[in-house]
Structure formats: C-alpha cells, structure tokens
C-alpha cells in the first residue's frame, strides 16, 4: 500500500504546477476563472483526503484479494469494484458534492413550475431540483442530474440559469432527461464494468510473466509483488488504451445526438440551438475543431453538426 499511494501521490505532486498554470493562466486569460490560490489550494487538500478515505481501504481489499484468492483472485477483485462503484454513485450527491459546492434548492417558482411539468411529461422523477454556486470557481455553466434512486437529484450550474432564459434551460434539461430516457449513463456504467473485468482478468495474466516486470525496467524475483504488478499495469494501461478513445468518443457523439432528438421532440429544437449558441460562446469553444482530433477526443458533436441535426429535428 504504501509502495502504491507513494507512486500515486508523486504524479499528483507532478501534476499541480500544470493544474495551477491551467486555472491561473489559461482559465484566466479567457475570463473563466473565479479561483484563488487558497481555494485550489484547499480543493487539493481535500481531493487527497477523500481519496485516501475512500481508495486506501479499497486499495487494501484489492492487494488481499490478491494475495489470498488464488488464480480466480480477478473476478472477487471485480465484484469488490462493482460495489464501492455503486457506493460512491449513492453517496456523491448528498455527501461527497457538497464538500466542494453549495447546493440551494431552486427558487424561481416559475421556472420550477416549468421544469416540473416537463419532468412529470417524460416520467422522471427525482429527489429535489438544486442550484449549484459554479460562479464561486469558474464562468462555465451546465446542467446535469446525479445519483440513483432516492438520491437522484438535477442540478444547475447558478452561472447557467443567469445566461439562459427559460425557455432554453428547459431545452438543456430535456437534452439531459433524453440520457436518463435512452439510459446512456446505465449503459456507460455496464459497460466500464465490463473492460473493468477484461482489463482485470489480463493482469492476472500479466502479474505470472516475468517479461511483464522486465519489459517495463523492473527486476523481479520468483514470487511477483502483487503491488508492483498493480502499480505498472495502471501506470500503462493509457498506453495501450489509447487506439480506444476514438470508438469511446464515437459512442459518447451518438448519445449526445439521441439527447439532442429527444430534447427537439419534448421541448423545443430552436430553444436549444439557442442554448448551445450561447454556451459554445461563453465557454469559448473551438467551433471547428481538427477532425481526427475531434474523432479521438470529442465526446460532443462539433458544434456546427449538432445545430444543423437540431434544425432537421425541428423541420421534421
């Protein structure tokens, strides 16, 4: 355990001088920024006790498995994954979120109204609507829903409600209601699980090769250390992932379009064109990015295809 987080807590030490120059150059030169060091700072601190509340005894589990359940070790691994996943997706909302942003309940009766309506239309029912203050860290705004459950809630970025009118959240919040409808997120989910029990049941290959250790510069004796298995396979799992992001970022785009349909069919396709405008504006987004970077990176349409397959959606 310590040979792992010691690893872990290195790279993130590595990572903070281009974390800062990300929030304090380039968010700031644009406008986006609303962070001070302090808060960064502070948002660090406790990113790294969460992580070691939660991962550290995950981590030991993981490390015990392991070591104590022979050659099927992978699959109690696997099932121990599933139900800290399904613990953390539980908790996020009421006690994990809340540590970083305040949550105030919606107040403007009529928009309330509004989204009510449109809820009860699609056959969502959730735990309360809430307004998060975004504008305390950045100028971006957006909308999501989270949990499961009795602890699913929607959420609003403050500095969305003050950019849109109406008309156009309820497009945004039909957009994020088409996920829950054609259930991406459930999808998304299952699958993760699934390469989870690929990718686990390749390093418990991968952990008995000794040319594994040695093909990444490290010397091992007859009995492999679990740890430092573990440790190298996350370390090059990107590595040989990478020639996936492109099917993961094509799959992402053909849900974003299946929102999109189902937002121009509950609410209004010009509402959210109008959205979108406004948002690919504010958040200064490339309007035509580089199209083989935009097939390996992009989990949204680029924005002039998304609006013209809204303009259709509304045509038809």
Known sequence: MALI???FFIMSIAEIPLSYYRTFVIE???GFNKMTPVMFFTDLIKQAALG???GAPLLFCVLWLMEKMGESWWLYAWVGWIAFNLFILAIFPTWIAPLFNKFTPLEDAT??????QLMRKCGFKTSGLFVMDGSRRSNHGNAYFTGFGKTKRIVFFDTLLSRLNPGEIEAVLAHELGHF???HVIKRIVISFAMSLAFLWVLGYLMEQSWFYQGLG???TDVPSTAMALLLFFLVLPVFTFLLHPISSLYS???EFEADAYAAQNSSADDLIHALVKLYQDNAATLTPDPLHSAFYDSHPPASIRVAHLQSQGQS
């Open 52 to 54: 070691l509340l939660l």
């Open 5 to 7: 987080i010691s690893a």
């Open 181 to 183: 409808k054609h259930r």
């Open 28 to 30: 700031e030169q644009y």
């Open 253 to 255: 785009r053909k849900h």
């Open 111 to 116: 928009l309330k109204t509004r989204i009510e």
């Open 218 to 220: 490290v010397q091992v």
